[in-house]
């Protein structure tokens, strides 16, 4: 296998300018990113050995899973499958939804920020997703959207963190919370029969974050590195709910926005510690801000 992928993994190209690209790899550097490539050294033998490559990057990482609610069990074994979650860390939330459906499906796909695939090893699992507004990305996410469905069709297993963005307090002291969850994902469910389950990842990224988020969008990608490193060796809580009633999306087919907040808020109700409200995070996109 070549590459590596915690050395192959960094914001870095999703910075708009040079200068910003610099910033975000020194900062990257210097808050962990040499120490994730020195701890991920050596997994590929383990993959070559027969080891599944999530496993191997769990347990490099001191990461466990920790079911406070619903059960693997509610995430069906065959059949296609659209697996929804919040996205409150970056990273975390992506390798851990991935070793979940390795468990239950071996075979999927995540739909994740294109940077992802420029590590091989995830190349064949990420469907890439672009925010960048140009044409060429509007190519990229249109030609997406149509794999997806194809693998859908096939009886795939599809995961996929609907707000397109990591998880920001809307003032930089509340609670951080996704934004508005994007339509890509209602034109999932709406085109295909798959099973929709949703999946809440416990807890948040730290006030540093939040405060960078508001500051400048290059330092808040800076940080993204550090906030993954600053979870290591800990469990990751998450609750799985039941399948949604195919019926009630259905009923919802029609009304994309009304879709994506029933769903969004569906996942948010897992939550272990009730929410006091399922209000919109900061959003960054200004095609979104209403």
Not at 19 to 37: C, D, F, P, S, W
Not at 100 to 110: A, E, K, M, N
Not at 237 to 252: C, F, M, T, Y
Request: with cysteine; aromatic share 8%; hydrophobic share 40%.
């Amino acid at each position: 296998m070549q590459g590596h992928v915690a050395r192959d993994i960094s914001y870095a190209t999703s910075a708009r300018t040079r200068r910003g690209r610099a910033l975000i790899r020194v900062l990257e550097n210097a808050t962990g990113r040499i120490g994730l490539i020195r701890r991920a050294r050596g997994y590929e033998r383990e993959v070559e050995q027969g080891r599944d490559f999530w496993d191997v990057m769990v347990d490099r990482y001191g990461l466990t899973l920790d079911i406070a609610g619903g059960s693997l069990d509610h995430i069906p074994a065959s059949g296609p499958l659209i697996l929804i979650a919040n996205h409150p860390y970056g990273i975390l939330d992506g390798l851990m939804m991935g070793h979940i459906l390795s468990h239950v499906r071996g075979d999927f796909r995540i739909l994740a920020n294109s940077v992802f695939r420029k590590a091989e090893a995830l190349n064949k699992v990420i469907l890439p997703i672009t925010f960048e507004d140009t044409r060429a990305a509007q190519q990229l996410n249109i030609q997406t959207r149509k794999a997806a469905l194809d693998y859908l069709a096939q009886g795939g297993a599809i995961g996929v963190f609907p707000g397109g963005t990591v998880s920001t307090s809307l003032r930089p002291f509340s609670c951080p919370m996704d934004p508005g969850w994007r339509s890509f994902t209602a034109r999932m469910v709406a085109k295909s029969d798959a099973t929709v389950v949703p999946m809440f990842f416990d807890g948040h990224n730290s006030r540093l974050f939040q405060l960078a988020s508001h500051l400048h969008e290059t330092l808040r990608l800076a940080l993204l590195i550090n906030e993954f490193r600053a979870r290591l060796d800990e469990p990751v809580r998450v609750v799985i709910g039941q399948p949604i009633d195919r019926a009630r999306l259905n009923a919802l087919g029609g009304d994309t926005k009304a879709m994506m907040d029933f769903l969004r808020n569906s996942t948010y109700e897992l939550s272990p510690t009730p929410l006091k409200s399922f209000d919109y995070g900061y959003e960054f996109d200004q095609r979104y801000k209403a």
